[in-house]
């Protein structure tokens, strides 16, 4: 194992280890960017916008598949869940864009 595998394996292990304490070292009080919306947004002209627009309530168009970051009716193992699989896909789709690239790259110095 060189050193870069070793790099690699303790990001990932750190980052598992993250998603796993999340839940439990995170506030329940609104992080700043939401106490922030709630003093700026005014509610009635919010809704007033998203009827014209055609949504229901404030969010994206398409659900999230695990809102809030968990996963409804199992509580924090439900929110380890929702982030050990979030953080999954993450480093997936950054593996997959970082082959891309490289290969896009060396393709690229080899012509």
Do not use: C, R
């Amino acid at each position: 194992m060189d050193k870069m595998d070793k790099i690699i394996y303790g990001g990932l292990i750190i980052a598992f280890l993250i998603s796993i304490l999340s839940p439990f070292l995170a506030s329940t009080n609104p992080d700043g960017l939401e106490s922030t919306a709630e003093k700026v947004i005014n509610e009635k002209v919010l809704h007033q916008n998203l009827e014209e627009i055609g949504l229901k309530e404030e969010g994206s168009v398409i659900p999230a598949p695990m809102p809030d970051y968990g996963i409804e009716g199992m509580g924090k193992i439900g929110e380890i869940i929702a982030l050990v699989v979030g953080t999954m896909i993450a480093l997936g789709l950054t593996y997959g864009l970082s082959k891309v690239l490289v290969k896009n790259k060396s393709s690229q110095y080899n012509q």
